[in-house]
């Protein structure tokens, strides 16, 4: 479309993933096996949590939180992926686009407000065992969740917007199989500074803040079960935080790699792998990662399924 001599894109090509053709129908198996699992397992967290009484509690309405987090965070991304490969169009209108992005940015900022709030209900629970049902109330966890996702929506509504008023001229081309706020700023004509502004300053948010929140909570919990000679309980409560810590490792390692530490030579295929981790792998695993580690959710699984063969 042409304005004021000047050409306005009303579209974007998405680049893709860089799989030969003759894999493309395998990787194709690959990715859509993972999306499913993704769905499948989070929808069985989700689940339990609601059918489980013993499950009521704080830890797991963040638990349950987060899974659907990671369902929206993968479904956002991986049907426009599993489309893509198997057409010749890779094209996204500029409103798709721009939902995509803001919907990514909601779901991705939120894990981390939600990580950040779980490393608080570990902390309290393993600093102040015999407060923590007073301080852990109903009405605080609805509060937080509040807060967490309002703060998120209006913190990814911010950016939507402020990209919203660029022009995007000739090159049209996202280097991603998504639509990325960094590979969007860089295909601009129009000045960026502003939103290159508004990231870093808010950009401590979602991610600075957050993660040295989280830091600073294990600190105190390892200084407190120090002080404690028991090697059984020092072995419960790193087997209690050992799900959250693999969560927390596996979402900011692909952050950092991802968009702090991004490719020197502008490899694409590195930051190709890691957007894959972050957005396809990640939610796939943490499911696992909880389910496995977890006695209370293989119980509720099997309660479950025993109600289940009994009632048949």
Same mark, same amino acid.
């Given at each position: 479309?042409?304005?004021?001599?000047?050409?306005?894109?009303?579209?974007?090509?998405?680049?893709?993933?860089?799989?030969?053709?003759?894999?493309?129908?395998?990787?194709?198996?690959?990715?859509?096996?993972?999306?499913?699992?993704?769905?499948?397992?989070?929808?069985?967290?989700?689940? =339990?949590? @609601? &059918?489980? $009484?013993? #499950? *009521?509690?704080?830890?797991?309405?963040? /638990? !349950?939180?987060?899974?659907?987090?990671?369902?929206?965070?993968?479904?956002?991304?991986?049907?426009?992926?599993?489309?893509?490969?198997?057409?010749?169009?890779?094209?996204?209108?500029?409103?798709?686009?721009?939902?995509?992005?803001?919907?990514?940015?909601?779901?991705?900022?939120?894990?981390?407000?939600?990580?950040?709030?779980?490393?608080?209900?570990?902390?309290?629970?393993?600093?102040?065992?015999?407060?923590?049902?007073?301080?852990?109330?109903?009405?605080?966890?609805?509060?937080?969740?509040?807060?967490?996702?309002? =703060?998120? @929506? &209006?913190? $990814?509504? #911010? *950016?939507?917007?402020?990209?919203?008023? /660029? !022009?995007?001229?000739?090159?049209?081309?996202?280097?991603?199989?998504?639509?990325?706020?960094?590979?969007?700023?860089?295909?601009?004509?129009?000045?960026?500074?502003?939103?290159?502004?508004?990231?870093?300053?808010?950009?401590?948010?979602?991610?600075?803040?957050?993660?040295?929140?989280?830091?600073?909570?294990?600190?105190?919990?390892?200084?407190?079960?120090?002080?404690?000679?028991?090697?059984?309980?020092?072995?419960?409560?790193?087997?209690?935080?050992?799900?959250?810590?693999?969560?927390?490792?596996?979402?900011?390692?692909?952050? @950092?790699?991802?968009?702090?530490?991004?490719?020197?030579?502008?490899?694409?295929?590195?930051?190709?792998?890691?957007?894959?981790?972050?957005?396809?792998?990640?939610?796939?695993?943490?499911?696992?990662?909880?389910?496995?580690?977890?006695?209370?959710?293989?119980?509720?699984?099997?309660?479950?399924?025993?109600?289940?063969?009994?009632?048949?």
């Amino acid at each position: 479309m042409i304005m004021n001599n000047k050409t306005v894109i009303s579209q974007f090509l998405l680049l893709g993933l860089p799989i030969p053709p003759e894999h493309q129908h395998l990787f194709y198996a690959l990715f859509l096996a993972m999306y499913l699992i993704t769905v499948l397992g989070n929808l069985v967290i989700i689940i =339990l949590i @609601i &059918l489980d $009484s013993h #499950l *009521h509690m704080p830890m797991y309405l963040f /638990l !349950s939180n987060l899974s659907f987090s990671d369902l929206c965070f993968s479904s956002v991304t991986m049907p426009k992926l599993l489309q893509n490969m198997q057409s010749e169009d890779t094209s996204i209108p500029y409103a798709g686009c721009l939902t995509q992005m803001y919907f990514l940015m909601v779901f991705g900022d939120m894990e981390s407000f939600l990580l950040v709030v779980m490393a608080y209900d570990r902390y309290v629970a393993i600093c102040f065992p015999l407060h923590y049902t007073s301080i852990m109330s109903p009405k605080l966890c609805v509060c937080l969740m509040v807060f967490c996702w309002v =703060l998120t @929506i &209006l913190y $990814s509504m #911010l *950016h939507t917007l402020l990209l919203a008023r /660029l !022009s995007f001229c000739e090159n049209n081309l996202i280097p991603q199989f998504f639509c990325d706020i960094s590979a969007l700023l860089k295909l601009a004509c129009s000045d960026t500074y502003i939103n290159e502004l508004m990231i870093f300053i808010m950009g401590g948010l979602v991610s600075v803040i957050p993660f040295s929140l989280i830091i600073v909570s294990y600190v105190k919990i390892v200084c407190s079960i120090l002080k404690v000679s028991s090697a059984r309980v020092i072995h419960k409560v790193f087997s209690t935080c050992g799900s959250h810590l693999s969560v927390v490792s596996l979402f900011y390692g692909t952050i @950092i790699a991802l968009y702090i530490f991004p490719s020197a030579n502008n490899s694409t295929v590195k930051d190709t792998v890691m957007a894959v981790m972050c957005t396809v792998v990640t939610p796939m695993l943490n499911p696992f990662i909880y389910s496995l580690r977890n006695r209370d959710m293989k119980e509720a699984l099997k309660n479950v399924l025993c109600k289940k063969k009994i009632s048949l």
